[in-house]
């Protein structure tokens, strides 16, 4: 098959052909029709995620068909139109026990602990357990948009924040994830209020829905920003970007009880970030992770999408072939894209 390999971190990969995967016993081979280009391929690329063996494939947001079964498979066929989580679940330890896959202990993630969806087949294991049949209306890119950026949102926003009619929400960082979290927030009845440095980013922002607008380098200070807005602050808030500043802009708008979401990923230099933890405590803030989303979840937002209140493909901002995917992937940490980038060309 043809696929995207590198050979070393932060070193640019190629096209190469390479064999084709093959099942393990419970699990199938997807033929890829669409993959998300996100930053977690471009932190892997760099070398900040660890279970990385070279050489490598990247690319975990993915949709495609079932063109081979494991034998100790029993839900799916050949042909079956399917989309997968980026965190999958080993089944058997008590976080999936729980039904919370997206924390096994035991977790697999294409794109990472083995190779990913930049190539023309990807292996995916534990099938029964994670794997997601797709609607027939729902196209590929749209399905591949939501593997990572869109259900991290949703988990962030309706399961982890709890995010209700009336409530104010801001998202700092508007890029795929945090446009997510906006198009989310507004379809739950929530006011949000986007942050970012691009101009570009915002307006798009406003498209999904935000009733607010800060542009993060117009503005004195953020956190009084949203306060003047809000008239007191936040009932929920996202770093969708991953970044200390962000990260501290978000707890610090909150308002008393208020929960800070960290959806972006916080790595290498950028993995310990300032908290304003007198804020945290005298306010009584929540501060809570958000990681993925489990399959059995993934109705709730389909449904959302099937009756029109997600249109997640209105964040697709550019389709490209497997080639261009080098490119989009080394620049990936610019944040010159607005919206998703999916690889629709094989």
């Given amino acids: 098959m043809k696929a995207v390999v590198y050979e070393a971190f932060s070193t640019p990969p190629q096209i190469k052909t390479v ?10 081979v997807v033929k890829v029709q669409a993959t998300g ?3 977690s391929d471009w932190h892997g690329w760099v070398g900040h995620d660890t279970d990385i063996v070279l050489p490598h494939v990247p690319g975990h947001e993915l949709a495609g068909v079932v063109e081979a079964v494991g034998k100790d498979v029993t839900k799916w066929r050949v042909g079956d139109r399917v989309t997968v989580p980026f965190v999958g679940g080993c089944g058997s330890c008590p976080e999936c026990r729980s039904g919370n896959q997206q924390v096994c202990e035991k977790q697999f993630q294409p794109g990472f602990t083995h190779w990913g ?8 294991h534990k099938a029964d357990i994670n794997l ?3 609607p027939e209306t729902l196209d590929f890119a749209t399905a591949a948009s939501l593997g990572c950026r869109f259900v991290t949102s949703f988990r962030a926003v309706v399961d982890q924040g709890k995010t209700s009619a009336g409530q104010w929400v801001a998202v700092h960082g508007c890029g795929g994830v945090g446009l997510s979290a906006i198009m989310i927030a507004n379809a739950v009845g929530a006011n949000v209020i986007a942050i970012d440095i691009s101009d570009e980013k915002l307006a ?3 498209a999904m829905g935000a009733v607010a607008t800060v542009n993060a380098t117009k503005v004195a200070n953020v956190v009084e920003a949203v306060a003047e807005i809000t008239q007191g602050g936040v009932h929920v808030s996202l770093d969708a970007l991953g970044h200390p500043t962000t990260c501290f802009n978000s707890i610090s708008n909150l308002r008393r009880r208020g929960k800070h979401i960290q959806v972006g990923l916080m790595l290498a230099e950028n993995s310990t970030p300032a908290i304003p933890m007198a804020k945290v405590i005298a306010h009584e803030l929540e501060i ?10 993934y109705g709730a937002m389909l449904d959302m999408v099937q009756t029109g209140k997600l249109v997640p493909e209105k964040l697709i901002g550019k389709r490209i072939n497997l080639e261009q995917s080098i490119d ?4 990936m940490d610019t944040f010159s894209v607005a919206g998703v980038t999916v690889v629709t060309e094989f």
């Fill in 288 to 297: 809570l992770g958000s990681h993925g989303m489990q399959a059995h979840r």
């Fill in 204 to 206: 798009m922002a406003r």
């Fill in 117 to 124: 969806s930049f190539a023309e087949y990807v292996s995916i």
């Fill in 132 to 134: 997601v049949a797709l």
């Fill in 328 to 331: 989009a992937l080394m620049n």
């Fill in 37 to 39: 280009v996100c930053r």
């Fill in 19 to 28: 064999a084709d995967p093959t099942p393990e016993a419970h699990g199938v």
